[in-house]
């Protein structure tokens, strides 16, 4: 069951379309409470993701990717029924802080599952840290959030924003690059992905020319793209996602420059965009922990999975909200579903490794994924892996005093 927290607590909806989900919620609810032992009761999952505005399609295939894997999982983890609640984020950091605690102390959750914007993570994992929750953040980069804020009870299934540039930085200086850009939105997941493109660039020769960076969530690039191309180097990076990434892509194009200047970015560029896209996203290059092509059974079965239960094509941040699922119950499961058993929970957790649609999937100390980046090139709007960027990269997790 899936319930829809609007503005206010007193105002849920249950939403339609979870029906197995529903009915193992239901079936656990019917007993009288004396018999319902006590990790055979309903496991909350709090979920703050955007459902609204730039980042709004992250959120949603997140959390159609999460619903799946429940569905596959009979609606039970650890032999628990799942109850998912949800609220939109909006990617608005002032408000984390109030979201968060509306589910910790109004829901009373079991698990924190969010957010995709690393200023509304640094909220979130503060108020994590003081109440303890076991929180999984299923796609925020925020490189604190497994270095200097690192916890026990923090997980991540996605990558630190320094993951995905640092491997696009050594591309670039193989490709003989030598004066780059960078342009990105200015805020801590832009910086961060900046800042992996220096370390993977910089220490063979490489030289930043210049940074650049647009205020989050603004769409109105005319002024960067004329300071490019006055600039010309020989390539530009860029961190730009959701709504941001299709509206840049088309400038570039419009602006002249795919043929003249050399774009690479962050994998979000052109992750779940180049049917909006179009032409102007053919032949972009980027690197990223996952790609449409990737040729095993786990990516191939997801695919035709979540093609067929949604009618679009899966993404990384379906990838990411499926894998979430998967941490979770390895977790549950090793405990068989008794949540105050949570030393040993922890410990399967952080202990996890599978196969995940992006390739093995492991955690390394700070509880941040370490895996494969791939270089990736769009090709008839699939994002086609090229080959291994950096095979099993782990962030390095400055500050972080775990492991
Ligand atoms: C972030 O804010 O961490 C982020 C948002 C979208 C894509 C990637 C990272």
């Not at 929750?133 to 925020?140: D, K, L, R, S």
């Not at 690059?177 to 220490?203: I, K």
């Not at 980027?286 to 990516?299: G, K, P």
């Not at 979770?328 to 040993?344: F, I, S, W, Y």
Request: net charge neutral; charged share 20%.
């Amino acid at each position: 069951m899936t319930i829809d927290i609007k503005k206010s607590t007193s105002r849920r909806s249950v939403l339609k379309g979870a029906g197995a989900v529903a009915g193992a919620a239901v079936f656990a609810s019917a007993f009288p409470a004396p018999f319902v032992r006590a990790h055979s009761a309903p496991l909350k999952v709090g979920i703050l993701l955007p459902y609204s505005g730039t980042y709004a399609r992250l959120g949603t295939a997140i959390t159609n990717a999460m619903e799946m894997n429940l569905a596959e999982q009979g609606g039970k983890l650890g032999g628990r029924p799942v109850e998912f609640v949800r609220l939109d984020s909006e990617a608005k950091p002032p408000m984390a802080t109030e979201n968060t605690t509306k589910l910790v102390n109004a829901e009373k959750v079991d698990f924190l599952v969010g957010p995709v914007h690393s200023g509304v993570a640094m909220g979130m994992a503060k108020i994590a840290r003081e109440e303890g929750v076991i929180t999984i953040v299923p796609n925020a980069g925020a490189d604190q959030l497994t270095g200097p804020l690192c916890a026990p009870n923090i997980f991540r299934t996605s990558f630190s924003n320094w993951q995905p540039g640092y491997p696009m930085g050594q591309v670039a200086y193989e490709r003989g690059h030598r004066n780059v850009v960078l342009c990105y939105w200015n805020y801590g997941a832009g910086q961060q992905s900046a800042q992996g493109f220096r370390d993977g660039f910089e220490p063979q020769g490489g030289k930043i020319v210049k940074d650049i960076g647009v205020p989050f969530p603004e769409v109105e690039f005319q002024a960067a793209l004329t300071e490019i191309a006055s600039i010309g180097p020989d390539a530009v990076y860029v961190f730009f996602a959701g709504g941001g990434a299709v509206k840049f892509v088309k400038d570039w194009a419009a602006a002249g420059l795919k043929d003249s200047i050399a774009l690479y970015g962050a994998g979000f560029l052109t992750e779940g965009v180049t049917g909006a896209q179009g032409d102007a996203a053919e032949g972009i290059e980027t690197t990223l922990h996952y790609a449409d092509t990737l040729d095993t059974a786990a990516n191939k079965a997801f695919r035709a999975a979540y093609k067929e239960r949604f009618g679009v094509e899966a993404d990384v941040y379906g990838v990411q909200g499926y894998d979430t699922l998967t941490l979770m119950k390895t977790g549950l499961d090793a405990v068989h579903g008794d949540t105050g058993a949570r030393d040993e929970l922890i410990k399967a957790m952080a202990e996890a490794e599978f196969q995940s649609p992006r390739g093995p999937f492991r955690l390394s100390p700070a509880h941040n994924p370490v895996q494969n980046f791939y270089l990736r090139k769009v090709v008839n709007g699939v994002n086609e892996v090229q080959r291994v960027a950096v095979e099993m990269l782990a962030d390095p997790a400055r500050g972080c005093s775990m492991g």
